[in-house]
């Protein structure tokens, strides 16, 4: 006996799959171009994120909406470093003074007492037949003994042998000078041309200057996540520098003076990345430059936009916020007028940034039709089969 089986209506399979079809992850997923000017609306996050982070948190508070307008990028160019003078760093050095430490050479000359100047002699330096600083902070110097001169300045030491010798010599002339720097020294790491340890000397030692001294920073550097480290009397300190803003924009705030054991760290640019995804012709991850990475200059890095299917209103940039309770910045650039189009090459992005092209309407359409139209086919095959074996 021939089983009989129902017929299969291809139509009402069709109109249930596109129903169930909401429930599904669908290709070229999509950010809505329209959330740039409704960045109240309590449904945000799902017009950005979707409906799965519902179940899991409510972030539609956590996401902050912004429109790329000229009022924007006039607020953001505010921020940013501009040139200006550094009136701390002058009055440092002005009141600079080296103090001694164990390990320096003194060179200590006291006038018309030749027999208690130590000669630095035809094929010595004073450096080699100086006074050495002991470790435990003292020098031997004859008639006086042993003197105590480390944590003290050049003019202390030299008042305080000048004390020491007055017993003995009628007002003597005295004269100290160092004359090796052997006892401080900071240190410069990372991606440079020549990583060393700079002599901390007489003369005040500037960030400017360890740089310099170690040939400068290498293609590789990451000019705006250098770190000096640095120990104080309240423990370890670390502060993060814009080499970016002192080089290129004249900010002199970044330059800073150096002291013993400071740790200059000039990272890789490794990290220093964006991501261009969507409708783009070949999408793709780029490295920021120490000259920074524009809007425009990211989309044209991969080859534009898909004039065919992408939607020019909807470029997106989503960046990790800064705030602690908040999640993210969207930006949101309306290319679909040419002249809005200026504004992408005012528009710096900033390491991790995600760019994003939305797709035009008719072309998510197609995607989804492309992704069902082998279950129809099946459908309709199966239906043609099964109205044959009856």
Known sequence: MAIKYKSVN?????????????????????IDSSVGAKSNEVGLLDKILGEPFDE?????????????????????????????????????????????????????????????????????SAGES???????????????????????????????????????????????SVAAFLSQRAFVTGAVTSPLAVPITNVPTTLIDA??????LSSDADWRSVTLTSVTELGTRKRNLDLYALYQMGDMSQNLLLTHNDIIHVPRNDALKVFVMGDVIKPQTQRIDR??????????????????????????????????????????????????LILSTQFELKPLDIVYVTSAPV????????????????????????????
Not at 211 to 216: F, K
Not at 363 to 387: E, G
């Open 291 to 340: 000259n920074g990475l524009s809007l425009a200059e990211a989309i044209n890095n991969v080859g534009g936009i898909n004039e065919m299917t992408s939607d020019a209103s909807g470029i997106f940039v989503l960046r990790a916020s800064d705030e602690a309770d908040m999640v993210a910045d969207v930006f949101q650039l309306d290319a679909s007028q040419a002249g809005m």
């Open 130 to 176: 100086g006074s050495v600083v002991h470790h435990d902070g003292t020098i031997f110097y004859p008639y006086i003994g042993s003197l105590k001169v480390a944590g003290v300045t050049v003019g202390e030491a030299r008042k305080m042998i000048a004390s020491s010798l007055a017993r003995f010599i009628e007002s003597p002339q005295v004269e100290v």
């Open 10 to 30: 291809v139509g009402l399979v069709f109109m249930a799959f596109l129903l169930s079809a909401g429930c599904m992850v669908v290709p070229g997923a999509h």
């Open 211 to 216: 740089l310099n001294a170690s040939g400068g």
């Open 56 to 124: 899991v948190d409510d972030l539609s508070g956590k996401i902050t909406t912004h429109l790329i307008t000229p009022s924007l990028l006039s607020n953001l160019r505010s921020v940013e470093p501009s040139a200006q003078i550094n009136v701390e760093l002058q009055k440092k050095m002005d009141s600079y003074s080296y103090v001694i430490g164990v390990g320096d050479v003194l060179n200590i000359i006291v006038w018309d007492h030749p027999e208690l100047t130590i000669p630095a002699g035809q094929f010595r």
């Open 363 to 390: 072309a998510r359409w197609n995607k989804v039709i492309s992704s069902i139209l082998p279950t129809i086919n099946s459908a309709y095959f199966a239906n043609r089969i099964l109205n044959a074996s009856e």
